[in-house]
């Protein structure tokens, strides 16, 4: 139960359309009638302006990280603590040396059925999820590229290994908006080489398996983009815009 609360908790987190919220906060208006109709960061920057922009694409990544990183460990701590309580009275002494041995984590695998690793690849998962078919607007959000960047860097953060992958992206996006100025180019690309980063890095298979679920689910999301790039008719997102 605790852990479907995580998930269903995790979804809604990741439901919350920051876009959708600051368009009639700032500005009055429905941001799905205007521009690319689309709820993220780039539409929003497009027609909200530089500086909603640049914080519907903070507080997307935010939910990503807030599920990793809090919700993960709010859910790990409360699973130890009970199964804690349970050991204290078992009479069994290997538990308890397993507990001793192999700490929090051992506990919560016993628990919830899955290790910290995993609890928090789900969590992540379901955010990107949330952000993308979000309850809150009849399952139709963003792209989901922000909110996956989040959920990186909550993994770095817990995973020092992943700071290497998490530079590497932010660079490779960087550089394909660079030298195109088409954000879903970038991101496409980016989303190709998410996968592959982690095989290179010789990364467990659970986090190879989940960036290429979050690899696969943002090219789908991007398939009327990849039509338009196809048909060179992709816009170019311009930086000095004034909204």
Known sequence: MLLISAVALSY???SIPSAYILGRLAKG???RKHGSGNVGATNAFRVLGPYIGITVLFLDALKGFICVVIVADFIMVQESMSLRAQVQHFPIPLLKSLQVIAGGDFLVQQGLGLNSLLLRILLGIAAVLGHSLTIF?????GKGMATTLGVLIGFAVKIPA???I???EILLWLAVFSISRIVSLASIVSA????LFF????QPMPLILMGLTLAIFVIIRH?????RLLHNQEPRLNLRRKP
Not at 199 to 202: A, C, D, T
């Open 12 to 14: 809604l987190i990741g």
């Open 29 to 31: 208006i429905d941001i």
């Open 137 to 141: 607007l009849s399952f139709k959000g």
């Open 162 to 164: 992943l700071k290497i």
């Open 166 to 168: 998490l530079l590497a």
């Open 192 to 195: 190709v080489l998410f996968p």
């Open 199 to 202: 095989i290179v890095l010789k």
């Open 223 to 227: 398939k009327s983009n990849i039509y």
